[in-house]
């Protein structure tokens, strides 16, 4: 049985997740950014151990972004690097060990922290 909260918790999440993808798909930027500051947010409320909002941020939000296309390139229009190394360890869930090498090089160059 499945409890009040955990539902909750994942149906945030999957607004974060596939909300995001499609306003990203067509361009739009300012909503973007938007979804970027509300993820950081939902992080930010973890200050002793996981809330819900963290969790559906980290599980449902970034744990998906590597398999954004087009978004590693565009990702430090959205994410201070500091954010980026702080999740960094989400992008590995759903990638394997290239995929997860290939994105974060690409995030890394996007930041201007590595030379092509």
């Not at 201070?80 to 960094?88: E, K, L, N, W």
């Not at 394997?96 to 030379?115: C, H």
């Amino acid at each position: 049985m499945t409890s009040r909260r955990q539902t909750g918790r994942w149906r945030c999440g999957l607004r974060l997740d596939f909300g995001f993808q499609m306003r990203f798909n067509k361009g739009g930027e300012d909503l973007v950014g938007r979804y970027f500051r509300y993820a950081e947010w939902c992080l930010d409320t973890a200050k002793q151990e996981p809330t819900d909002a963290s969790t559906a941020a980290w599980c449902a939000f970034y744990e998906h972004l590597p398999k954004i296309a087009g978004l590693a390139e565009q990702i430090h229009r959205f994410m201070p690097r500091s954010r980026f190394v702080q999740v960094r360890d989400a992008f590995r869930y759903h990638t394997s060990a290239e995929e997860f090498e290939r994105f974060q090089k690409t995030v890394l160059l996007s930041y201007g922290d590595l030379v092509a």
